[in-house]
C-alpha cells in the first residue's frame, strides 16, 4: 500500500512529504518531497546590499544562526581579503559553540520526545534556555541575532560575560549527565535506535553527506580540524566517530560534540586576548545629541575622548572597543558613534556605507568558504561584480545531501522507525528549502 506521511504531521515539522510504499508495516520505497518553506534565499540576497543579506541568514539553520552568520561575513571577507582581530576570532568561535550546543540539545530533545521520552525534552530545553539568555546578552536577540558584521561582530562580549559563561556551561554539563542517564541506556530508546537508519559511509560520502550523519559512519571529517578557519587550529578538541552509521551512533556523536564544544569554549574564555580598556582619564559620559551639537558648533576640543552613551542595542561598539572586534578597513565598517556625532568625515564615512549605490563593494571577483555547522559543512559562494551587491550568491546547505539519501535509507526498516531515523537527520528546513 501506498502512505502519504506529512507534510501535515508532527514528526515531518510541518514542511517535509514522505511517500512511502509500504509491505505491511516494511518501508519498501519512499520519496521525499522537499520546497514547502522555499524563500528563495540566494535571490533576496543578490537583491540587497552585502550587509543586508545578515537577517536571511539568519533564518537558514534558525536552530544555530549565529554560525550562518559568520559563514557568510566569512566569504566576503575573503572576497575583500580582510584581516579580522584576534580577539573577533575568539567571538566567533565562542558564540558558534554556544550555537553548536543549542542545536544538538534541540535535535536531542526533539527526537527523545518523538519517542515519548519527554522529560528528556524538557531537560535538553532548560539547558537550552540558558544558552540563549547567554546569547542574548551578547547579541540582543535570541534567535534571529544578525550579529555578524563584514569585518567583525557587532559589538564585543559585555561585562560579566566570562564568568556568566562558565557558570552556564558548569550547569549544561550537569543537564547533559542528566540525558546520558536517561538515554543512553534506556532498553526502549536502545531498540528504537540501535540498527535503525543505517547508512554505510561509501553510500555517506557518495552523497556528499557531512557532519554528525557522517561521522557516525566512521569517518572523521570536519571542517574545524580539515580546514581551520576563525583560529580553530589553536583549540583542542576531538572529532566523535561512530562506527554503524546508525541513528544510535547519530545520537552518541552529538552527545560528545556538545562535550567538545563546552571544551572550546572553555579554552577560548581563558585565552582570549585582553578586552576593552577603559576611556583615558579625560575622557567622560555624555549623551548623543549634545555630542552632536558640540561638534556642530565647532565645539570639538577633547570631543572624541568623550565616550557616547548610546543605546543598549549599540552597546559594545563604542570607539574604545572598535579596534578589539572590527577588521581595519573604512570600505567595510560604520565608524564609532562618537566620531559620527563629533566630525563630519566619520559622518560621510557612516553614509557612504549605509547607502545603496555605495556602501560595501568588493573587488569582482569570486569566493567560496565553508565552515562547520551543526548538520555539517555549511557554504556560501559569492560572486562580486564589484558593486555594492553581490552578482551571485549560492548556500551549500549541509542537511539537502542528507535528505537527498533519506529515501533509500529508509528502505528495509519499519513504519514506525520513519520518526527517530527522520528525527536524526536534524533536517531545518529554512537551510534545507531556502
Do not use: W
Given at each position: 500500500m501506498f502512505l502519504n506521511i506529512g507534510p501535515a504531521h508532527p514528526a515531518m515539522h510541518g514542511v517535509i512529504q514522505i511517500h512511502a510504499e509500504l509491505d505491511g508495516e516494511i518501508v519498501r520505497k519512499a520519496d521525499i518531497e522537499i520546497g514547502y518553506l522555499h524563500r528563495a534565499f540566494e535571490k533576496h540576497c543578490e537583491t540587497g546590499t552585502y550587509s543586508q543579506c545578515f537577517p536571511y541568514t539568519d533564518r537558514l539553520n534558525y536552530a544555530s544562526p549565529l554560525i550562518n552568520n559568520f559563514g557568510f561575513?566569512?566569504?566576503?571577507?575573503?572576497?575583500?581579503?580582510?584581516?579580522?582581530?584576534?580577539?573577533?576570532?575568539?567571538?566567533?568561535?565562542?558564540?558558534?559553540?554556544?550555537?553548536?550546543?543549542?542545536?544538538?540539545?534541540?535535535c536531542i530533545g526533539a527526537s527523545a520526545m518523538e519517542l515519548g521520552a519527554f522529560s528528556v525534552f524538557l531537560y535538553a530545553i532548560k539547558a537550552r534556555e540558558w544558552l540563549y539568555e547567554l546569547i542574548e546578552s551578547v547579541t540582543g536577540a535570541r534567535l534571529t541575532v544578525s550579529y555578524a558584521r563584514i569585518g567583525g561582530v557587532k559589538a564585543d562580549l559585555p561585562e560579566g560575560f566570562e564568568e556568566r559563561c562558565q557558570a552556564t556551561l558548569q550547569k549544561t554539563r550537569?543537564?547533559?549527565?542528566?540525558?546520558?542517564?536517561?538515554?543512553?541506556?534506556?532498553?526502549?530508546?536502545?531498540?528504537?535506535m540501535c540498527g535503525v537508519g543505517i547508512i554505510s559511509a561509501d553510500d555517506a560520502v557518495d552523497y556528499g553527506i557531512t557532519g554528525p550523519f557522517l561521522r557516525s559512519t566512521g569517518i572523521e571529517y570536519d571542517v574545524r580540524k580539515a580546514f581551520p578557519y576563525f583560529l580553530y587550529e589553536r583549540f583542542a578538541f576531538d572529532i566523535p566517530i561512530g562506527e554503524h552509521g546508525d541513528n544510535y551512533d547519530r545520537y552518541l556523536v552529538r552527545m560528545e560534540e556538545m562535550y567538545q564544544s563546552i571544551r572550546i569554549i572553555e579554552q577560548a574564555l581563558d585565552t582570549i586576548p585582553q578586552g576593552p580598556t577603559n576611556v583615558d582619564s579625560e575622557g567622560n559620559v555624555i549623551d548623543p545629541d549634545l555630542m552632536a551639537d558640540l561638534g556642530k558648533f565647532g565645539k570639538t576640543s577633547g570631543l572624541l575622548k568623550n565616550e557616547v552613551l548610546i543605546q543598549p542595542t549599540l552597546q559594545g561598539s563604542e570607539k574604545r572597543y572598535h579596534d578589539r572586534v572590527r577588521a581595519k578597513s573604512k570600505e567595510a565598517w560604520l565608524p564609532p558613534k562618537e566620531q559620527v556625532y563629533s566630525n563630519i568625515e566619520a559622518l560621510m564615512n557612516h553614509f557612504k556605507i549605509v547607502m545603496l549605490g555605495h556602501g560595501i563593494r568588493p573587488p569582482k571577483g569570486e569566493a567560496y568558504v565553508a565552515v562547520e555547522g551543526a548538520n555539517g559543512e555549511l557554504g556560501f559562494y559569492i560572486v562580486s561584480d564589484g558593486t555594492d551587491r553581490p552578482w551571485r550568491v549560492r548556500c551549500h546547505p549541509p542537511c539537502f545531501p542528507i535528505m537527498a539519501a533519506l529515501g533509500k535509507i529508509l528502505v528495509g526498516d519499519q513504519v514506525a522507525d520513519i520518526v527517530p531515523t527522520f528525527g536524526s537527520v536534524n533536517m531545518i528546513a529554512g537551510e534545507l528549502d531556502r
Open positions: 561575513a566569512a566569504a566576503v571577507e575573503k572576497l575583500m581579503g580582510l584581516e579580522i582581530p584576534e580577539r573577533c576570532n575568539y567571538i566567533r568561535i565562542i558564540m558558534s559553540e554556544i550555537s553548536r550546543i543549542t542545536d544538538h540539545l534541540t550537569e543537564v547533559l549527565k542528566e540525558v546520558d542517564q536517561l538515554l543512553t541506556r534506556n532498553r526502549i530508546f536502545y531498540d528504537r
